[in-house]
């Protein structure tokens, strides 16, 4: 079993969460970053999948990251990823940003959906405290959402308690 994770930064928080996730799933490969990647085939190569990204464009539509992942998800869609868990953590602002907090994770999320990616990892809002996400699908957002700028003290706890949840439901991790 391969567990890659991938993740893409602009002030390197993103980066940052990727490492402390890679202390705590021993199994997973070092984090790469999406930037020196040229091909998202590349992810082809596991049978598991998590990816880190934060939202820049602000209320965007589309390329709502602001980073190396928007100019890869038109490829993501076209790959065949039948039968690849995929797990997703989004970096955002939910005080200064809380009509919009962590929108990228579901562009990203609905680019995996198109390629057949087993989606895992969603996580139950009742614990976070914003106005809107279109990252939000019912009551759970499609993956991690952290607030690195406004609850960085959360972090450990909600890190910690994914990282567990990701054990369970992707096998090898
Ligand atoms: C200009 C600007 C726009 C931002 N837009 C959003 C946003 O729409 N939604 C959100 O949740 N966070 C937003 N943020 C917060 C960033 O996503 C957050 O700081 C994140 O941790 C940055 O991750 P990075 O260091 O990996 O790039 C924005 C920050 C800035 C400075």
């Not at 019912?138 to 990282?163: I, V, Y």
Request: glycine letters at 10%; charged letters at 25%.
């Amino acid at each position: 079993m391969s567990v890659g994770i991938y993740f893409a930064t602009t002030t390197g928080k993103t980066e940052d969460i990727a490492d402390r996730l890679h202390e705590l799933l021993a199994n997973a490969n070092s984090p790469k970053d999406l930037a020196d990647i040229s091909e998202a085939s590349e992810l082809l190569s596991h049978d598991g999948i998590i990816c880190g990204i934060p939202t820049w464009n602000t209320g965007a539509d589309t390329e709502r990251s602001g980073t190396a992942w928007d100019s890869l998800l038109e490829e993501i869609g076209n790959l065949n990823l039948n039968g690849k868990k995929v797990a997703i953590f989004g970096l955002g602002d939910s005080s200064t940003y809380t009509e919009n907090f962590c929108d990228a994770m579901e562009e990203l999320h609905s680019y995996f959906v198109k390629a057949g990616a087993t989606m895992v990892g969603y996580v139950d809002k009742g614990d976070y405290t914003f106005e809107e996400s279109k990252s939000l699908i019912g009551n759970k957002f499609c993956g991690l959402p952290l607030d690195e700028d406004g609850e960085s003290d959360l972090t450990d706890d909600r890190l910690t308690n994914w990282a567990n949840q990701l054990k369970v439901e992707i096998a090898g991790l």
